[in-house]
Nanobody, 123 residues
Framework: VQLQASGGGLVQAGGSLRLSCAAS????????MGWFRQAPGKERETVAT????????YYADSVKGRFTISRDNAKNTVYLQMNSLKPEDTAIYYC?????????????????WGQGTLVTVSS
């Protein structure tokens, strides 16, 4: 499956952005999906993941209550709604897919990756 992330940009602290990850090549209905981010000089970290059906989700503590992951399997697209953005959310955001019917938690669990989209939050 090929993934294309979009929706990044420059936003002021407290603002919102919505990232999209469009899949092609095959349906993502049998895949768990995730959003990850990597800031300069830091390791890639999990932001949020979602099971194939959307029934189970996982969020990093740093984004709980501010970010929402969702998916529309009919559109082969996964979203990340980001509210109350903080400067520390600045990073390149990546989407990824893993074939499976559970929810997964770490970047190492995911085998298919899209290119990143840059999110910059100014103070």
């Amino acid at each position: 499956v090929q993934l294309q992330a979009s929706g990044g940009g420059l936003v002021q602290a407290g603002g919102s952005l919505r990232l999209s990850c469009a899949a092609s090549g095959r349906t993502v209905s049998g895949y768990a999906m995730g959003w990850f981010r990597q800031a300069p000089g830091k390791e890639r970290e999990t932001v949020a993941t979602i099971s194939w059906s959307g029934g189970s989700t996982y969020y990093a503590d740093s984004v709980k209550g501010r970010f929402t992951i969702s998916r529309d399997n009919a559109k082969n697209t996964v979203y990340l709604q980001m509210n109350s953005l903080k400067p520390e959310d600045t990073a390149i955001y990546y989407c990824a897919a893993k074939r499976g019917f559970s929810v997964y938690y770490t970047p190492a669990d995911f085998g298919s990756w899209g290119q990143g989209t840059l999110v910059t939050v100014s103070s």
